[in-house]
C-alpha cells in the first residue's frame, strides 16, 4: 500500500467547513483511498473511499486530486463531535482489505 | 445485529499471565481482522481470516499470539505468558469479501499487562 502523508493536527469552528488534505504521491493506479476516523475512545470507523472521482456522502465529501497524489476531505460544517483523528489510506484493490494505518490528523473543533 | 463486539472491554493482568479475547464479527461478514493500538499511533494490523482460513499474519505477531476463527464466526484472540510491552488496545474489525468494502471496528479491548 502507498504510503500517506497528513498533518498532525487541525483546528476548525464549530459550524464551519474543514478540509482535511492528505498526501499520497506515490499510490499506484489502482489504489483507493480511504478515509476512517476514529472518536475519543471508539474503534475507527469508516467515513468515504473513492478511486479518481469525487465522491460525496451523508457525513463528508471527498476530493480528489487530478493526479492522485493528493486528496481532501471535506467535513461541510464541523460539529463537536467530529472531533477525532482521521486516517487516510491508499489501499490496494487487490488487497485483502486490511487496512494500513498512519498516524492521521487530530482535529480539534471549537465552539 | 448491533455490529462488531468484543470482550471483554477492559482487561488488567500479571506479566506472564495469558489472557483471551472475543470478538463477535457482524454476521453475514466472512472477513475477520485483528489490530493493535498503542497510545498515540494509528492501529497495527496483527492478522487476517477469511472464513474459518487464517490468511495473513503480521511480523508483529509474534509465537505468544494466536488467533482462531474455528467456525468462520466469531474469533479469539490469545497472548501467551504477556509482557508489559504487549499493552495496548487490540481492536476486531469485520468485512465483506467484496472488494472496497468498508471494514467495521468493534470498540476493542484494552489490555494493561503490570
Known amino acids: 500500500d502507498a504510503k500517506t502523508t497528513q498533518p498532525n493536527s487541525m483546528e476548525s469552528n464549530e459550524e464551519e467547513p474543514v478540509h482535511l488534505p492528505c498526501n499520497h504521491s506515490?499510490?499506484?493506479?489502482?489504489?483507493?483511498i480511504h478515509w476512517y476516523r476514529q472518536l475519543p475512545s471508539q474503534g475507527p470507523e469508516y467515513v468515504i473511499h473513492?478511486?479518481?472521482s469525487n465522491v460525496n456522502n451523508r457525513m463528508a465529501s471527498l476530493a480528489i486530486a487530478e493526479d492522485r497524489k493528493s486528496s481532501t476531505l471535506i467535513l461541510h460544517r464541523a460539529t463537536l463531535r467530529d472531533a477525532a483523528v482521521y486516517y487516510c489510506?491508499?489501499?490496494?484493490?487487490?488487497?485483502?482489505?486490511?487496512?494500513?494505518f498512519g498516524q492521521g490528523t487530530t482535529l480539534q473543533v471549537k465552539p | 445485529d448491533t455490529g462488531v463486539s468484543q470482550n471483554p472491554r477492559h482487561k488488567i493482568t500479571k506479566r506472564g499471565q495469558n489472557v483471551t479475547f472475543r470478538c463477535d464479527p457482524i454476521?453475514?461478514?466472512?472477513?475477520l481482522y485483528w489490530y493493535r493500538q498503542t497510545l498515540g499511533q494509528g492501529p497495527e494490523f496483527l492478522t487476517y481470516?477469511?472464513?474459518?482460513?487464517?490468511?495473513?499474519k503480521s511480523r508483529l505477531l509474534s509465537d505468544r499470539f494466536s488467533a482462531e476463527r474455528p467456525k468462520g464466526s466469531f474469533s479469539t484472540l490469545e497472548i501467551q505468558r504477556t509482557e508489559q510491552g504487549d499493552s495496548a488496545m487490540y481492536l476486531c474489525?469485520?468485512?465483506?469479501?467484496?472488494?472496497?468494502?468498508?471494514?467495521?471496528f468493534g470498540q476493542g479491548t484494552r489490555l494493561t499487562v503490570v
Open positions: 474489525a469485520s468485512s465483506l469479501s467484496t472488494e472496497n468494502t468498508e471494514a467495521f
Open positions: 506515490t499510490i499506484s493506479g489502482t489504489d483507493y
Open positions: 473513492g478511486l479518481t
Open positions: 489510506i491508499a489501499q490496494q484493490a487487490s488487497n485483502t482489505g486490511k487496512l494500513i
Open positions: 454476521s453475514e461478514h466472512n472477513r
Open positions: 481470516f477469511q472464513n474459518e482460513a487464517q490468511l495473513e
